[in-house]
């Protein structure tokens, strides 16, 4: 049983790309919309906004618009698989 936090994060991480400007970094883009990613996880928008947030104040994600830089590919992966690990 994955969780919201498990659920969204999986979402990212089977959404990433190769970062066009940088092929060593991963993005998503372009980012679902909060709605988009809450009606496919089965949380609610606010959520969303809160997972975001934490994984932004953690330096997991940067937000650059439409876009999302993965900062860090292994803890975004880990909390995906409800792993936990330092940050």
């Avoid at 809450?38 to 809160?50: D, Y």
Wanted: aromatic share 4%; proline share 6%; charged share 30%.
């Amino acid at each position: 049983f994955m969780n919201g936090e498990q659920r969204v994060c999986m979402k990212l991480v089977s959404n990433m790309v190769p970062d066009p400007g940088d092929v060593s970094r991963q993005i998503v883009y372009p980012v679902p919309s909060q709605v988009e990613l809450a009606n496919g996880t089965g949380v609610t928008r606010q959520s969303v906004v809160r997972i975001f947030r934490k994984l932004m104040d953690d330096n997991v994600l940067e937000r650059h618009g439409r876009m999302l830089r993965v900062c860090d590919q292994d803890r975004l992966r880990d909390l995906a698989l409800g792993e936990k690990r330092p940050k």
